[in-house]
Nanobody
Framework: QMQLVESGGGLVQAGGSLRLSCAAS????????MGWFRQALGKEREFVGF????????YYADSVKGRCTISRDNAKNTVYLQMNSLKPEETAVYYC???????????????????WGQGTQVTVSS
């Protein structure tokens, strides 16, 4: 079992930056792939990026590539999403998610993740 708690959301002006954090429980955190997704009001949940366990490779949606960075601190059981040059259309609830170490599918899809946080609201004003 793993529990995830996001923090760091808030109101930011367009062009600004935010760093979201996701604190995880569980002793096997370092072996989990951690993903970030977002969901705007009335829209489907959207992939933002993920970071693999152990090796820590990162992959991003084209819409955020170059502006977002995902990192993890395995000693703190925490994963981060640094977002720069934010746009109003990126206003959404941001979720972190965890996929177990034995999963062999694609981490680009929400259905690949078995554990989810409650989400944190990010509002980007124009």
């Amino acid at each position: 079992q793993m529990q995830l708690v996001e923090s760091g959301g808030g109101l930011v002006q367009a062009g600004g930056s935010l760093r979201l954090s996701c604190a995880a429980s569980g002793r096997a955190f370092r072996s989990y792939t951690m993903g970030w997704f977002r969901q705007a009001l009335g829209k489907e949940r959207e992939f933002v990026g993920f970071i693999t366990g152990l090796g820590g490779s990162t992959y991003y949606a084209d819409s955020v590539k170059g502006r977002c960075t995902i990192s993890r601190d395995n000693a703190k059981n925490t994963v981060y999403l640094q977002m720069n040059s934010l746009k109003p259309e990126e206003t959404a609830v941001y979720y972190c998610a965890a996929a177990g170490p034995y999963y062999s599918g694609s981490y680009y899809y929400a259905s690949s993740y078995g554990y989810w946080g409650q989400g944190t609201q990010v509002t980007v004003s124009s």
